[in-house]
């Protein structure tokens, strides 16, 4: 049995990974059996009762719960024992990865990051008029989640994997493959999968993003390592680094379209 955590920053696209994973044979974890909470709800209820609050701008530090927290976490894994694999996704595992891998050696983490620019898209993609300090903002958090998630990654590599999710959503057969050979879960079907949609004007939308974003700014130092230390990244795929910093061409093209 493996048990695969799916953690990510809010708008790293975690979302579209375990979907993925879902389709390809990970099974969603059930409630547990005494409790009734879902692994979001407990873990939410977790950082409540030891006022942790991830919003905040300080550094993501993991938290060491007590006892009450490892009968939960029991619960938890007792509702789900029939299934092969089966895991869950939330960004407030970020805090939690000492925890949950202590309490079961099954545990696998799967870190998820994404471009800063893919990153921008979706947190600015609502605002009608982005500012220089809501730019500056979402950077500063995009940069803060996933230096932690890389800092973890190279202190536990034999536990956690870092995949980017744009490329797994491009290719997720591949990906899959990648993931199960790494985890020797046999029963991973990558068929299942199939890519994602991409947008209208997703060129055109990620052309204007990326001149917001100095070209000397640390986050894309930050995202070079991301994508070297990654199982499943960007680097060797040029399609999508193309499309993670669009060119003139690609942008117009979208908006004469």
């Known amino acids: 049995m493996k048990v695969i955590i799916t953690i990510g920053c809010p708008h790293s696209g975690y979302e579209t990974v375990v979907h993925t994973l879902t389709q390809a044979g990970i099974t969603n974890a059930q409630h547990g059996i005494k409790s009734g909470l879902s692994p979001q709800a407990l873990q939410s209820r977790l950082l409540s009762s030891h006022e ?3 919003g905040s701008t300080a550094a993501l530090a993991q938290v060491q719960p007590g006892k009450l927290w490892n009968e939960l976490a029991t619960d938890l894994f007792l509702a789900n024992l029939q299934h092969a ?7 407030q595992s970020v805090v939690l990865m000492d925890f949950w891998h202590d309490f079961d050696a099954q545990v696998r983490l799967l870190l998820v990051y994404n471009s800063p620019t893919s990153y921008l898209q979706q947190v600015l993609g609502h605002q009608l008029q982005p500012t220089v300090q809501s730019v500056a903002s979402a950077l500063d958090d995009w940069t803060r989640w996933n230096t932690a998630l890389l800092r973890y990654l190279h202190r536990h590599p034999d536990y956690c994997v870092l995949i980017n999710s744009q490329q797994l ?13 790494h985890w ?11 890519p994602a949609d991409q947008p209208d004007f997703q060129h055109l939308q990620a052309h204007l993003i990326s001149q917001m974003i ?21 680097a060797a795929d040029a399609t999508l680094q193309t499309q993670a910093i669009p060119t003139v061409n690609q942008a117009w093209s979208d908006w004469s379209e």
């Not at 959503?169 to 050979?181: D, E, I, R, T, V």
């Not at 020797?184 to 199939?194: E, K, M, P």
């Open 52 to 54: 942790v609050d991830l």
């Open 184 to 194: 020797q879960i046999s029963d991973l079907h990558g068929a299942a999968a199939s």
């Open 85 to 91: 694999h089966w895991g869950w996704a939330d960004p």
């Open 214 to 234: 100095d070209p000397l700014h640390p986050a894309w130092a930050l995202h070079q390592e991301l994508e070297g230390a990654a199982l499943i990244s960007s």
């Open 169 to 181: 959503a491009a290719h997720p057969h591949p990906g899959l493959q990648a993931l199960a050979s």
